[in-house]
C-alpha cells in the first residue's frame, strides 16, 4: 500500500479494463507502441489465457493511475518481462511504481518463476533505478528498439531518434545451467553470471551443428522490429536465416532480433557464423524459453543517436559500450555500414 495515496495495488480485474484504457491514453496519448494496451477485448484474452498478469493502482474512487504486468511470449517462454510501467503524470512522485513493481514480486514468487527481464527506457534513468533497488542488473542493450514518435508525457523525449532499452533480470528461483559461448564473449558471459550470483558453467565449445534449423519469426509492425527465435540450431543455420532476412528486409524494419538456444552445444559456432551476417550481442536471457538460458542477438537497419542513451550507473554504462563497441565491430568486420 503506497503510504502518500490512498491506493490499492492489486490484480487488474476484468471489469476495471476500460480505467486501465484511459489511464494508458493519459500516458501515453494515442502513442504507446503496444496496441493491444487500448482493445479492451485483447486484453481481456490475454489476461483469461494467464499470458499477461496485470498489477494496477487504484484509488479509492476506483481509478485506475498506474499499472505493470508480467508478460509471456508465449507457452515457450518461462521467465517473462516485466514490463508494461506506467503511472499517470498527475501521481507521479508518490512511489506508486515501486509499490506496484513490489506487488509483481510477489506474483512472480507465487507463480514459482526462475526470474523475470526487464527492458528499461534510457532517454531517463528513472526506471532503471526501480529495478535496481529490487537487486535486478543489467544484462544487455537493445538499440533504437522503439520509435521517436512515443511519447511519455511529462518525461523527457528524443524526437530525432529511435529509443534503446536497457535489459535487466531479476533472478528469483534459479538452477544451475550450462551455456555455450565463443570464446571472445565468455568473459562478459562470466561478468554478467557473477553479477547476477547465478550458477553457469560457461563452455567455448566449437562444435558445428547438423541436421536442419528450425525457428519461428514474429514481426511487430507497430515498432519496426521482428524477431527470429531459433528452436534447433542446424547444419543450414546461415542459409535459413539469410532466407528469413530477405523477405524481412523487404518490410523496411528498424531492427531484427535473433535468440539463440545457447544451452545447445553447439550456439558457441553459431553466433559467430550470425555475427558474419551482421548480428551482434543483444543480452543475455537467463531461463527464457523450455530450452533454459537464450541470447538475443540484434541487427540494425535505421540510423540511431546512442548519445542519448543514459544509464542509472556504471554497470550500466558498461553494458552499453559493450554493446555499442560490438555493433561498431561486427559492422566493421563485415563490410556494413553501422546506422
Wanted: some cysteine; charged content about 20%.
Amino acid at each position: 500500500m503506497n503510504s502518500e495515496l490512498p491506493l490499492k495495488i492489486d490484480r487488474l480485474e476484468l471489469n476495471d479494463l476500460h480505467q486501465l484504457v484511459d489511464c494508458v491514453r493519459r500516458c501515453y496519448g494515442d502513442s504507446y507502441p503496444n496496441t493491444m494496451m487500448y482493445n479492451v477485448d485483447q486484453l481481456e484474452s490475454t489476461l483469461k489465457s494467464q499470458l499477461m498478469h496485470s498489477i494496477v493502482a487504484k484509488l479509492d474512487d476506483g481509478q485506475i493511475i498506474g499499472h505493470c504486468a508480467l508478460t509471456f511470449d508465449g507457452t515457450h517462454n518461462v521467465s517473462p518481462e516485466a514490463g508494461k510501467m506506467m503511472v499517470d503524470p498527475n501521481f507521479r512522485g508518490h512511489h506508486v511504481a515501486e509499490s506496484m513493481a513490489k506487488k509483481r514480486i510477489d506474483i512472480a514468487h507465487e507463480l514459482a518463476l526462475p526470474g523475470f527481464w526487464t527492458e528499461c527506457v534510457t532517454n531517463h534513468p528513472y526506471s532503471q533505478r526501480e529495478m535496481i533497488a529490487f537487486n535486478a542488473k543489467e544484462t544487455g542493450l537493445f538499440i533504437g528498439d522503439t520509435p521517436a514518435t512515443i511519447t511519455m508525457k511529462g518525461l523527457e523525449n528524443h524526437p530525432d531518434t529511435r529509443m534503446s532499452l536497457l535489459a535487466f533480470y531479476l533472478p528469483l528461483n534459479d538452477r544451475p545451467h550450462t551455456i555455450f559461448m565463443p570464446t571472445q564473449h565468455a568473459e562478459h558471459a562470466k561478468a554478467l553470471v557473477n553479477d547476477l550470483n547465478l550458477e553457469r558453467n560457461i563452455v567455448s565449445s566449437q562444435i558445428a551443428a547438423n541436421g536442419k534449423t528450425t525457428f519461428h519469426t514474429v514481426i511487430n509492425s507497430s515498432i519496426q522490429t521482428a524477431n527470429i527465435s531459433i528452436d534447433r540450431i542446424g547444419s543450414d543455420l546461415i542459409s535459413a536465416v539469410n532466407h528469413e532476412l530477405r523477405k524481412l528486409e523487404a518490410l523496411n524494419l528498424a531492427s531484427i532480433y535473433l535468440d539463440i538456444p545457447i544451452e545447445q552445444e553447439a550456439a558457441a559456432n553459431a553466433y559467430l557464423e550470425l555475427e558474419s551476417i551482421g548480428f551482434f550481442w543483444g543480452s543475455w536471457m537467463p531461463n527464457f524459453s523450455t530450452q533454459g538460458d537464450s541470447l538475443r542477438l540484434q541487427k540494425i537497419y535505421q540510423a540511431v543517436n546512442v548519445e542519448t542513451i543514459v544509464c542509472a550507473r556504471a554497470q550500466g554504462d558498461d553494458i552499453k559500450n559493450y554493446v555499442i563497441s560490438e555493433w561498431a565491430r561486427v559492422a566493421q568486420n563485415t563490410n556494413l555500414k553501422q546506422a
